[in-house]
């Protein structure tokens, strides 16, 4: 067993850090004062291909497999959190979606445009009803038209809704058939009308990387954008959201050996009485604490990536990355903010951001309650953790 990343790999992380420092950081700096979306970055990063590894040279990609993903998502995140979201909106759940259910046409009209970030992308499944249980609480109907749908209903917390050109959104074609009537729709809220997404002031989050409630009145849907058949919509989302756990958790784990770092750096340069505060033992305690769990996130994430390279069926190794992620982050920013004291209120330190950035992605894909129940039900035999997992219609990439 070979726990080395590829030089390949490290290369590429090498990269991917540097332009985090020379494009993403001061983006982002001037994003949040301006409270204006990086559109430029994002194209920046995109044309450098941070966000097409995962899809072969046909699309724009790079064809570096899974693995890949998982490192690209850690560093960004751990360099510049608010990128992190395009890690799912350019790089996974919105372009790997459409490339693994699209038609030809619509693969070649919208992916390599959304991993070169030349057009945003959104995933809209959660409802106001609740996003732990898209299926049972999801409203919103597409009816069809002609050669159209036209969809009504309403969205909630849906990221990059008010910038994206395009996205997959869910409805349901046949509202009597709970999950079975779910069709997913390749959405561009640009080119049609019917289309609103206000954006949700969130504690503690970017104000340039925003997520929004969107309303459809009516809203249009070629019928050449629908992807898949009618009624396959339920399993087109549950395979998005397993390769979104990908991301995801490692985005956790970024997060996670952030607040180490950032920790580590003041323990060794915060002064109390004769010596630093990391030669308290207290302290000592937590940073050890925080180390472990670092790396035993680390190791559940590389060993997603691994399976899902492989060409293996993820859904069990998803589920505890996911989980254990949280929990390794959610540790890592309460003892960071222990370590920090009062500084950690401070706007100058990133604690508090870190700590923003958690607890948005404890619940994205799934709230860890909810991978708990996955994984217990899993070890129990009560439900296999594979079974909504659909082979892509694609293939493998990579
Ligand atoms: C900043 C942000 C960005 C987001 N971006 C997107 C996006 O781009 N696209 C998108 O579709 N969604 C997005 N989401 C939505 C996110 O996926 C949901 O918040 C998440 O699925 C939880 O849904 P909920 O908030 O409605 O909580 P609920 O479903 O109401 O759950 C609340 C709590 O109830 C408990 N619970 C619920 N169900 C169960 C269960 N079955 N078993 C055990 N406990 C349970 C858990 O403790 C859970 O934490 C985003 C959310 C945020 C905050």
């Not at 899809?55 to 497999?65: A, I, K, N, Y």
């Not at 046949?174 to 009308?193: C, L, M």
């Not at 019917?194 to 949700?200: M, W």
């Not at 033992?281 to 680390?298: C, F, G, K, P, Y």
Request: proline letters at 5%.
């Amino acid at each position: 067993m070979d726990f080395n990343l590829s030089p390949d790999l490290i290369q590429m992380r090498d990269t991917v850090e540097k332009l985090m420092r020379d494009v993403a950081q001061p983006a982002a700096k001037v994003a949040e004062r301006e409270e204006r979306f990086p559109r430029e970055a994002v194209a920046k990063l995109g044309a450098e291909g941070v966000f097409g590894t995962a899809f072969p040279e046909s699309v724009g990609g790079s064809g570096l497999g899974f693995q890949s993903v998982s490192v690209i998502s850690e560093t960004v995140s751990r360099l510049e959190p608010g990128f992190g979201y395009c890690m799912n909106l350019q790089g996974m759940t919105c372009p790997l979606t459409i490339f693994n259910w699209g038609t030809d046409d619509q693969v070649r009209r919208f992916v390599p445009d959304l991993i070169a970030g030349k057009k945003i992308g959104m995933f809209a499944l959660t409802e106001p009803g609740g996003g732990s249980d898209p299926a049972g609480n999801m409203k919103t109907t597409a009816r069809k038209q002609g050669d159209r749908y036209l969809l009504n209903g309403s969205k909630m917390f849906i990221t990059f809704s008010d910038e994206a050109d395009a996205g997959v959104l869910f409805a349901k074609t046949d509202p009597a058939a709970g999950h079975r009537g779910i069709t997913a729709f390749i959405v561009e809220p640009k080119r049609f009308k019917g289309y609103r997404a206000d954006p949700v002031r969130m504690s503690g989050l970017s104000r340039a990387f925003r997520s929004c409630a969107v309303f459809l009145d009516d809203f249009e849907v070629p019928e050449e954008n629908r992807l898949g058949n009618e009624g396959e919509g339920f399993k087109i989302a549950m395979t998005a959201l397993e390769y979104g756990r990908l991301t995801v958790s490692a985005r956790l784990l970024g997060l996670a050996q952030a607040c180490l770092d950032a920790a580590s750096d003041y323990a060794r340069t915060r002064m109390i009485r004769s010596g630093p505060i990391g030669g308290t033992q207290s302290v000592q305690h937590l940073i050890a604490d925080m180390t472990v769990n670092v790396e035993a996130a680390r190791l559940l994430v590389r060993r997603l990536g691994w399976t899902m390279d492989k060409g293996d069926p993820a859904g069990r190794e998803a589920a505890q990355a996911k989980y254990f992620a949280s929990i390794a982050a959610r540790h890592a920013a309460d003892a960071a903010s222990e370590i920090f004291g009062g500084y950690a209120l401070a706007d100058e330190y990133p604690v508090r951001k870190f700590s923003g950035y958690i607890d948005m992605l404890n619940m994205g894909e799934g709230a860890p309650a909810v991978q708990r129940t996955l994984i217990a039900e899993d070890t129990l035999g009560f439900k296999d953790a594979n079974r909504h997992v659909t082979p892509p219609r694609r293939g493998s990439v990579g």
